[in-house]
């Protein structure tokens, strides 16, 4: 569907208009601001905002308006559809967006936090873009444990490639928290991690083991993904004594000790990220050790 709107010389208006919708598909909800700092090369702020009232005239997308704060647009239910046959989103479950959900406080963080990593990379010169952050990752984890999650859900799974000082393809399943839950349910998330990289998925109507032993994670990943936790939504003490449960729980533990031995596990505070950069010696190890160092040296 044609932009109906006079693009810049050095871009089509189709190809601003699928990187947009591309954007929001992916990362499910983003202020203008976002958007422009997500797109490479950045077009001319009013040519996005005109791309934007175009893309909601004709039902792909929408925003909602907050007093004094930037306006938040999200893909309708029609341009999820749209985009879903593309060939880069072929596969993906399109789930119903509920607008309240799309425009809160965890989703913009969700994606301030992916624009920590992109704009870092982008300085280092590393290989990230933004279909490189998927946000809300699932996996079933079916190992019996009776009180247990039945599926780990990550807040988004991060694949990033450093070109220096030696290349390298990196994973991390990263976990937001805005500090609207308690310590200890925030610190549990870490064992339904250890459960899931533990877990040896079950086959055949008696629920045997798969006589390979392979773990549910390697029919997906490598390596299993570094697990990051980006801190907001309070001060800065009460963040460090987040930070501080989160180590006890990985230290005290039997199975997260165990999976830190294996895992890298780190956590930072998502406005450092923001004014030092992601890869900057601004994480936590959680595995005890002392001291503060970069996600990638974790």
């Not at 390979?212 to 939504?233: E, N």
Request: charge should be positive; include cysteine; charged fraction near 25%.
């Amino acid at each position: 569907m044609p932009v109906s709107v006079n693009a810049p010389p050095d871009a089509g208006a189709e190809t601003v208009r699928a990187q947009v919708l591309a954007c929001l598909f992916q990362h499910r909800a983003a202020t203008t601001d976002q958007l422009q700092r997500m797109l490479c090369p950045a077009p001319h702020p009013e040519y996005l905002r005109q791309v934007l009232r175009t893309l909601r005239g004709a039902g792909l997308a929408e925003s909602y308006y907050r007093r004094r704060r930037p306006s938040v647009w999200f893909l309708t239910s029609t341009g999820r559809s749209s985009v879903v046959t593309w060939p880069e989103f072929r596969g993906r479950r399109v789930s119903r967006l509920d607008p309240s959900h799309a425009r809160g406080a965890h989703t913009l963080a969700v994606t301030r936090t992916a624009l920590a990593f992109i704009e870092d990379a982008r300085r280092r010169g590393d290989e990230v873009t933004s279909s490189d952050w998927v946000p809300e990752v699932a996996h079933p984890i079916r190992d019996g444990a009776g009180h247990g999650d039945r599926a780990l859900i990550a807040d988004a799974l991060l694949r990033y490639t450093r070109t220096a000082p030696t290349r390298a393809m990196l994973r991390a399943f990263v976990e937001v928290d805005r500090a609207t839950e308690s310590s200890e349910r925030l610190a549990a998330k870490v064992i339904t991690y250890a459960r899931f990289f533990d877990h040896v998925p079950v086959v055949g109507r008696h629920s045997a083991a798969d006589p390979s032993g392979m773990r549910a994670w390697q029919r997906t990943y490598p390596v299993f993904p570094r697990l990051l936790f980006v801190l907001t939504g309070a001060g800065r003490q009460a963040l460090l004594n987040r930070v501080a449960d989160l180590r006890v729980m990985v230290r005290e533990h039997p199975s997260t000790a165990r999976f830190a031995e294996d895992v890298p596990v780190g956590a930072a505070v998502l406005e450092e990220l923001e004014e030092q950069g992601a890869s900057a010696s601004v994480w936590w190890a959680l595995d005890g050790r002392s001291g503060r160092c970069s996600w990638m040296e974790l």
